[in-house]
């Protein structure tokens, strides 16, 4: 079955750690995108990959980073510099530009700090 | 900077009965994104709307866009409970898509 995958679903993070999300796909699309959503709120886009090793910054990148080693990979590391992680963690992926193409999103992973 | 706003962003509705969520986009754009999101569970895709007069039906639910206007709008037809959800309109913008805030669906029997 083609579809997106992340890992884990649940994650718990001390005071001062980083913490690494995975996200793959197998639907050999170009285009992944990390979103944040808070408690009652829309989807704020964090990083985003047109295509394999080059990544751009969304609107709110600070305190993450990613890579894009691979086509079917874009795992997102959630640094001790951002102060308030808490949060539902959506991985999407596209065929590319969403001006032509849909994007697709996995079951997401919800991330709390102890 | 393109701006996508939904309204209302809360709606309570009784079963039965018809309504109509509006989604507003502030740059030109010949598509719209419609999501759904259950509680704790991630975002579903409802309607993609290509072109200018595009209409989408699906059960209850038809979403029509008019890219002169600028709008979009998700009509709910005889409401049942099922349909509790957030639904989300997005608009690409560049290499993003831009999502509105959502409008937080509930259907009481």
């Known amino acids: 079955d083609g579809g997106i995958t992340q890992s884990p679903k649940y994650l718990f993070r001390k005071e001062g750690q980083n913490v690494t999300l995975s996200c793959e796909q197998n639907l050999n699309h170009d285009a992944m995108y990390w979103y944040r959503q808070d408690p009652g709120q829309g989807l704020r886009l964090i990083y985003y990959s047109q295509i394999v090793n080059d990544f751009q910054k969304g609107d709110i990148a600070e305190g993450y980073s990613v890579s894009r080693e691979k086509k079917e990979s874009f795992p997102l590391t959630v640094t001790s510099a951002q102060k308030n992680p808490t949060a539902f963690y959506l991985c999407?992926?596209?065929?590319?530009?969403?001006?032509?193409?849909?994007?697709?999103f996995g079951p997401g992973t919800r991330l709390t700090v102890l | 900077e393109l701006k996508v706003e939904q309204n209302p962003l809360f709606l309570s509705m009784q079963e039965g009965k018809n309504y109509t969520i509006y989604c507003n986009y502030s740059t030109t754009s010949d598509r719209l994104y419609w999501y759904r999101q259950d509680p704790g569970k991630s975002l579903e895709s409802l309607f993609v709307l290509l072109s200018n007069g595009a209409v989408k039906q699906e059960g209850r639910l038809m979403a029509s866009l008019d890219t002169k206007a600028r709008l979009s709008t998700l009509h709910i037809t005889a409401a049942v409970h099922d349909l509790s959800a957030t639904y989300f309109c997005?608009?690409?913008?560049?290499?993003?898509?831009?999502f509105g805030a959502g409008t937080i669906l509930r259907v009481k029997s």
């Open positions: 999407a992926s596209s065929a590319g530009t969403p001006s032509y193409n849909e994007q697709f």
């Open positions: 997005a608009s690409p913008y560049g290499n993003k898509l831009v």
